[in-house]
């Protein structure tokens, strides 16, 4: 097929690879613009998509808005069987959604119509859900609303979001693959009218831990944001990330370091971190954070 593919992060990166390798003609890839980063955050730093589509010699488009008339006609312009959608980051309007023959289909992180939105691995985390997946959904107008044509399934356990969007990421290429290798044999399916959430956009303070929740929930938090934003909390004026840490039996008040082993007291329990990073190092583990960085027992974070 001839396909516009439109994705930004890493996420993306899988299902693109998936569609040259089987032998389609993306005719051109579309991503964010490149943003200001790198140490000093002041060179263009273009998205993992952008990148990776240029080393396998795809056109490459960043249009800032497909809201006007020139960006909609250089999309129809493509000629495209269908453009393939994986966390692109812009609203498609409805002259860009109908532009291709078999229109367009959406690589969505949950099992929908649970986490619509930005951040539905995160959320699905943070809820406590057990089970996550992928749909390849059938693009509307309205947010995550198009019937799923295939799904994937897997246990969230204690995998972490980093861990488990990757797996998403593999597993929704080689779904996407399979959808597009005989689109009539799966037919889009409307969405459940039960059990709709959304999955807001993370916002930067939900990463700075609760002591006050129950350990449970602390471990939930800690596993939702990593390896970003990273899940943190604060010691003599520094910021010091968690990105790994296990419920343990313990009592205090919450926030409270009951052991010598960095142990913080919860509302119920206790958690135990096992990964942490402070600012400008290396992630470490909580013995060597300990041997620079003196946490005493009985100090409230």
């Not at 001839?2 to 990166?13: D, E, K, S």
């Not at 994986?86 to 078999?102: D, Q, T």
């Not at 959406?106 to 859900?129: E, K, T």
Request: hydrophobic share 45%.
């Amino acid at each position: 097929m001839r396909i516009i593919f439109m994705g930004t992060p890493a996420f993306a990166v899988p299902t693109l690879e998936a569609l040259v390798a089987d032998g389609h003609d993306v005719v051109a890839a579309y991503s964010q613009p490149p943003r200001p980063g790198g140490r000093r955050g002041r060179e263009l730093v273009r998205s993992p998509v952008h990148v990776r589509a240029e080393e396998l010699g795809v056109p490459v488009l960043t249009p800032v808005t497909l809201r006007d008339v020139e960006a909609q006609a250089t999309f129809a312009a493509h000629d495209a069987d269908v453009a393939v959608v994986a966390a692109y980051g812009l609203l498609l309007p409805r002259a860009v959604l109908e532009a291709p023959r078999l229109g367009c289909l959406n690589v969505h992180g949950s099992l929908l119509p649970r986490w619509r939105g930005a951040a539905p691995v995160q959320r699905a985390i943070l809820a406590g859900d057990a089970e996550t997946g992928v749909g390849i959904m059938q693009m509307e107008a309205g947010l995550d609303t198009g019937p799923v044509r295939l799904e994937g399934r897997t246990p969230i356990g204690r995998k972490n979001a980093g861990q488990l969007t990757d797996e998403l990421s593999v597993m929704g290429a080689r779904l996407m693959v399979e959808v597009l290798r005989d689109p009539d044999a799966y037919p889009p399916v409307a969405q459940p009218e039960d059990g709709i959430t959304y999955a807001e956009k993370i916002r930067k303070e939900e990463a700075r831990i609760d002591f006050g929740a129950d350990a449970t929930q602390v471990v939930r938090q800690i596993a939702a944001f990593c390896p970003v934003p990273g899940a943190f909390f604060e010691h003599a004026g520094e910021r010091v990330k968690v990105l790994d840490g296990q419920p343990v039996e313990g009592n205090g008040r919450p926030g409270e370091v009951i052991d010598e082993a960095l142990t913080v007291a919860c509302a119920t329990g206790a958690i135990r971190p096992v990964r942490v990073q402070r600012a400008g190092r290396g992630v470490m583990s909580v013995a060597e954070l300990l041997r620079g960085f003196a946490v005493p027992v009985g100090t409230r974070l």
